[in-house]
């Protein structure tokens, strides 16, 4: 993992000041993870660490937002699985739906990707979501892991780098 933490450092994905996270809550630093989807060779070389913890246990790849859904882009790609994608809330435009793209049934298994999970506020959005379709989750799959307490999403959380190791 000290090649994760170099390369993240790297791109300059470490943000000090004050910052509101997506729980609503404040933070001194901030990862900012849309600094990988944008570097093609950082993008293929997280989503390819990804896409191992996840190979064989996932028939989908879920996510929500911008941090999550190019990371699950690229791992869905790498794994050739569908992709589901979570809105926050229901639109009031168009058709209206919470989960666009491919929609899980009761035969799938879902793996959840997400960026960064500090409260796992956004995790626990894509598991409400996905399950009002009756489809199993295996986990969601996170790049940085801020929390040191144990986090309960409705689902196991399995994180690439805790975030200390980038902060050192």
Do not use: W
């Not at 064989?56 to 859904?69: P, V, Y």
């Not at 409260?119 to 986990?139: D, E, M, P, R």
């Amino acid at each position: 993992m000290k090649r994760l933490a170099g390369a993240l450092k790297k791109a300059g994905v470490i943000n000090k000041g004050n910052f509101v996270l997506t729980s609503g809550k404040t933070s001194n630093y901030y990862f900012d993870i849309k600094k990988v989807v944008s570097d093609p060779k950082l993008l293929k070389f997280i989503s390819s660490l990804l896409a191992l913890k996840i190979k064989g246990r996932a028939t989908c790849i879920a996510s929500i937002g911008f941090g999550g859904i190019p990371l699950a882009t690229a791992v869905s790609l790498k794994l050739n699985l569908p992709l589901v994608m979570v809105r926050n809330s229901v639109q009031s435009h168009g058709l209206g739906k919470t989960i666009e793209g491919y929609t899980p049934n009761k035969n799938d298994v879902v793996a959840v990707v997400d960026d960064v999970c500090t409260y796992g506020t956004s995790l626990k959005k894509i598991v409400k979501q996905i399950s009002k379709t009756s489809a199993k989750i295996s986990g969601c799959y996170v790049v940085i892991m801020r929390s040191n307490k144990k986090i309960s999403v409705g689902a196991p959380i399995h994180y690439l780098i805790k975030a200390e190791k980038i902060m050192s």
